[in-house]
């Protein structure tokens, strides 16, 4: 058998093992089902607790093409855009007294609503509401909080209650959910 | 639209848009799941493992790498790693004929065609062997790729299915010319 040969005879063997398996259309359609259920895409406060100059720096490595810096609710925002979408880079203010604002981000385009609970509001859902930011994917609040140890978690439509994926998980559990916790360091500026 | 423009939408949470890079991509990580565990059941959980975990992960994917090799080697470690756990299971294909005839007497009269015998045979090479083969001829991956996807040189690579093909040589040539 020449090496041609050879190859033909295991392109053949490839080629059968590409043939389409019964299953896969039930098991797409199942795994498509459970993503479209996923509330949560990324939750990005794992960057919330960044100094607000860490945003413009990874910004300018990222040669990002136009920068605002704003303020909403006495936090300042900073907001790069690249390629013409905005990517929320980081969040975070000194409020004074050692508090400080951190802007709570989650992306949950199939959310009704979305609140934020934790130590600092009694774990209450209906004290923090999110509130739409893009008119459909995204979620946000600015919450103030004095430095120290926080532990959270999102609630979605009131009834489902999820960690921060990209956050340190809490050791211990409230009503037997894992939450996230976040650390705000003492503001050096202040 | 192209993977990085459905990349792109699903970061920002467009479901729709991951939907369908799974559809794009199931099939290919079925075969290679199914191929590496041999067992359709298991390959099922670690594909559909492998899409959430690469859901959650997205954000941080590397937009200059190409997205189907970022998949492939999530799958791959997922596959490793259910490998791992079974290790048990895996004693009972340790002979290569009685592999490949139980394979073929366990199926009802008529069932028996090309891919299962085929399948059959690719199962009995060794673990990082039938990697190897399943990427070269299967998904037809340049080495290069394929060495991103399972982090072992393209040197290595070549060996590895080069030794897949000699072990497989006479049982393909059975099959065909049978």
Known sequence: ?190 | MTDEELVGRAVEGDTDAYAALVERYYSSCARIARRMLRNDADAQDVVQSTFLRALRALDRFDRRRVFRVWLFTILVNQCRTAMTGRRRREQRFSDDDVSLHAAIDERPAGAIDESHLVAAAVETLEPLLREAFVLKYVEELEYAEMSAITGAGVSALKMRVKRACEALRPKLEAIYHD
């Not at chain 1, 960057?47 to 006495?74: E, N």
């Not at chain 1, 004074?96 to 949950?108: D, H, L, M, N, R």
């Not at chain 1, 609040?141 to 209650?161: C, E, K, M, Q, S």
């Open chain 1, 1 to 190: 058998m020449t090496d041609h040969d050879s190859e033909l005879l295991f392109a053949r063997a490839g080629a059968a093992l590409r043939a389409p398996h019964p299953r896969d259309a039930a098991e797409i359609e199942a795994l498509v089902r459970r993503v479209g259920a996923a509330p949560v895409v990324h939750v990005m406060p794992a960057r919330a607790w960044l100094p607000w100059w860490v945003g413009i720096a990874a910004a300018g490595v990222a040669f990002v093409i136009g920068l605002g810096v704003g303020r909403t609710g006495g936090a300042r925002t900073t907001v790069a855009s690249t390629g013409g979408r905005p990517t929320l880079v980081s969040q975070v203010a000194s409020i004074g007294g050692g508090e400080q604002s951190i802007a709570f981000v989650f992306v949950a385009p199939a959310a009704r609503k979305v609140s934020l609970v934790g130590d600092f509001n009694g774990w209450d859902a209906s004290a923090t509401p999110l509130q739409r930011t893009d008119g459909r994917n995204t979620w946000s609040i600015a919450v103030r909080l004095p430095p120290g140890r926080h532990v959270y978690a999102f609630v979605i439509d009131g009834a489902t209650w999820v960690a921060d994926p990209q956050a340190p998980l809490a050791p211990e559990q409230w009503f037997g959910q894992r939450n996230s916790v976040i650390v705000i360091p003492e503001d050096r500026r202040s």
